[in-house]
């Protein structure tokens, strides 16, 4: 059964940088596309960014050139590194899988990322 860890997640000051990392585990088959999305309280899931298995990324405008995807097929990881971080960052971050086999997305937990001030 597929499942998605996600970890990375903690309290940081704005300005400042984490990274986010994805583990896929039991999974038999490749995924077309994984990518991260984000909920703050009160607000929708939104998405953050997407890494295809093709290679290309799309990411949403407000992280455009501070944050950064990228894909390990080989350790089935996907990671997020966020850099200058601001406080309207925080939310709880999800990692996302898209299978075209079973044409169905699977989803990770969730990790806190918390940016003060």
């Known amino acids: 059964q597929v499942q998605l860890v996600e970890s990375g997640g903690g309290l940081v000051q704005a300005g400042g940088s984490l990274r986010l990392a994805c583990l896929a585990s039991?999974?038999?088959?490749?995924?077309?596309?994984m990518g991260w999305y984000r909920q703050a309280p009160g607000k929708q899931r939104e998405l953050v960014a997407t890494?295809?298995?093709?290679?290309?990324?799309n990411y949403a405008d407000s992280v455009q050139g501070r944050f950064t995807i990228s894909r390990d097929n080989a350790k089935n990881t996907v990671y997020l590194q966020m850099n200058s971080l601001k406080p309207e960052d925080t939310a709880v971050y999800y990692c996302?899988?898209?299978?075209?086999?079973?044409?169905?997305?699977?989803w990770g937990q969730g990790t806190q990322v918390t940016v003060s001030s």
């Open positions: 039991g999974s038999i088959f490749s995924f077309s596309r």
């Open positions: 890494h295809s298995r093709s290679g290309s990324t």
């Open positions: 996302n899988a898209w299978s075209p086999i079973y044409q169905t997305d699977y």
